[in-house]
């Protein structure tokens, strides 16, 4: 069950995207190396055979598409908190009259679907902004089948004079705050994101039968099979 710091944090990342949202799906939609990301992590899952695949935290359902549109005998579904992002998924993949795919409101901790109901499940840069980071990696490795692969990409914090700085305020503060809004759109500074041995530490509890790591430019991309 959620606590109510827990709450207050979701309403924040959501009503962060409620506002930014449609800026953010620009600039990704310009961005040489997220174009390059979203690659290296799909062809983490691929091949795709009549997968069940799931993308948390899809956002404006940039990678769900991709899969959708590069497996037509697979169903996709991708969820996310955010409303705004939500609706340009679906007006997006409607445009493009996909009918193996669909979006849907959902949260990474209590995701709502029956055990082991995904062949595949993919989440990028979505565990740094979570409350609940151990929850949200039970609960992907939850819903996927036995035998099933995870492929997460997550932002590592950077080391620089910027991330030192909001990493050294306290959560409360102002400048934390500013960090962290800003980090989410344009930087690896954010005190919000964990650090690689915090990231490969999230892997440990067993749930998995392999995990590997691979750095890929600031990047790490956790494989996992269940």
Known sequence: MDTDADKREKTAVRGFYEVWGPLYTRLRDLGRDDH???S???EMLAPFDNDTVLDVGTGPGAYALRVADRAADCQVVGIDLSPAFIDIACRRASERQMDNIEFKLGDIEDLGFADGQFSKVLCAGVLSVVGNREAAVAEM????RPGGRLAVREPVRSNGPLARFFASRSQESTASRI???VGLMFGHFSPDFMTGPELTALFDGGLFSEVTFTEHARDLVITATK
Do not use: P, Q, W
């Open 141 to 144: 490795a939850r819903v996927l």
């Open 36 to 38: 390059e990301d979203k």
């Open 40 to 42: 290296v992590l799909i």
């Open 179 to 181: 960090g962290s809004a």
